[in-house]
């Protein structure tokens, strides 16, 4: 029987409800995915509003910002995901009380969506191992520690109105018992717990949420363009020799809109991260959601 975790929601609702005035966080035993979960809630909210259903909830009974409607900003964590997503379709495998799941769904009007999964790892990673010694970021989407894979981000967006929701889902390993079988991974395993021994879900989640939720909040004014020196510091590409598609080159950091940049023999590319996914010593990229 699975045991549940102290998550400590009503604190960390006061911590961060003054950030994103309207937020809600739920946490459920069990979920298929967290941001296909919140996705869902959207267009179902956003649907209802379009018919004249109103899509509300309940005025005055919110305990730990329990949400007026969905779209109002949510976080939503899960203790065990069963169909975790990657980019490109891959799966993320998480395991409950080892493993840290959650999606963030917020609306943000952006004009230039280029480079938010970068800002949002380089906020979790300053967050975590403030540092700087030893997680590092491979573009566009995850997170190492000490060259091995320690989480991934998926980021997508779905209408909401005149807007649009951003739904960011983040994957971490907490403790070695969210390993998979050796023949399921290609990017090595590195757990939190070697960065801070005995920390636990709930822990990392208060110690990164907050430096998260800020950086989310100011990208509609600041973009990538305040967190461009910050990501490059951690940018486990620059300098290594990289295959991103048919392009084949040395990793040359990335530019002002987050693409990544590799010298090849024809010249200087830039890679827009729906494009390719970049495999470095034969390990490819992914992510969570």
Known sequence: MQEHQNWGAEALWQDLEPLLPGLSIEVLARVESTNATLIERVRRDEGARAGGGGGGGRAGDRPYGRRQHDLHPCLLIAEHQTHGRGRQGRSWHSTAGASLTFSLSLPLEVADWSGLSLVVGAAIAEALD???GRIGLKWPNDLWLDDRKLGGILIETVPAGASRMAVVGVGLNVSDRAKVAESQL????????????????????????????????????????????????????????????????????????????????????????????????????????
């Not at 295959?243 to 010249?267: F, K, P, Q, S």
């Open 130 to 132: 403030p540092e700087g």
């Open 186 to 289: 290609n990017t090595g395993f590195a757990s939190l717990q070697e960065l801070v021994p005995d920390i636990t879900p709930p822990e990392a989640l208060a110690r990164l949420a907050p430096t998260l939720v800020k950086a989310l909040a100011a990208f509609p004014r600041e973009g990538f363009g305040a967190w461009r020196e910050r990501f490059s510091r951690r940018d486990l590409l620059q300098g290594q020799p990289i295959t991103a598609g048919v392009l084949e080159g040395t990793g040359a950091g990335v530019n002002e809109r987050g693409e990544l940049l590799i010298d090849t023999a024809h010249g200087r590319q830039a890679v827009s991260g729906g494009e390719v996914s970049v495999r470095l010593g034969g390990a490819s990229a992914g992510g969570q959601g």
